[in-house]
């Protein structure tokens, strides 16, 4: 990808991930995070072949206002051109935090976009945060759920 776009609460591990398994980072990474000091510490990855920005959020922002600038960021690079990957790892923390029916509706909002934007947009949940009821309502949202099973992804039967 082009430009990677990152909701996380953990931006540093994101971006060792990506030097980790990609053989050169993308020419545009975006970090949105609440993370007061989002890379403190973090010296360990060369970004310097890539351009990376952080849009640090106010962590009492509703998910109108994440819609907005989730928005707001994907359209900035649309104009940019080239392909877009999106990354949201936060899905737990928001069925855990709002009323799970307002979060499906700000998925399908924000995956709406994301797919009129033609970008390629990966979801995380470690299924032992939230119920199982609540996966099988997200579930809904999305063309494909993968898994994890001995550290290989397979898509479930």
């Not at 990677?4 to 931006?11: E, L, M, Q, R």
């Not at 020419?27 to 890379?39: F, G, H, M, R, S």
């Not at 707001?72 to 899905?91: C, N």
């Not at 399908?108 to 970008?119: G, Y």
């Amino acid at each position: 990808c082009d430009i990677a776009i990152c909701v996380t609460t953990n931006p540093a591990s994101r971006i060792r991930l990506f030097a980790q398994h990609l053989d050169e980072l993308p020419a545009k990474t975006i970090v949105i995070t609440t993370v007061d000091d989002p890379l403190d510490g973090f010296t360990d990855v060369d970004v310097s072949n890539g351009s990376l920005e952080i849009v640090r959020l106010d962590g009492g922002l509703g998910l109108s206002g994440l819609g907005e600038t989730l928005s707001r960021v994907v359209s900035e690079q649309e104009s940019v051109g080239g392909k877009i990957s999106f990354e949201f790892d936060i899905v737990a923390e928001l069925t855990n935090t709002f009323d799970l029916q307002e979060v499906f509706q700000f998925f399908h909002l924000v995956s709406s976009r994301l797919e009129e934007a033609d970008a390629l947009s990966h979801y995380y949940l470690d299924p032992q945060t939230v119920s199982d009821s609540t996966i099988n309502i997200l579930n809904e949202l999305f063309d494909l759920t993968i898994e994890v099973e001995g550290g290989v992804f397979v898509a479930p039967e």
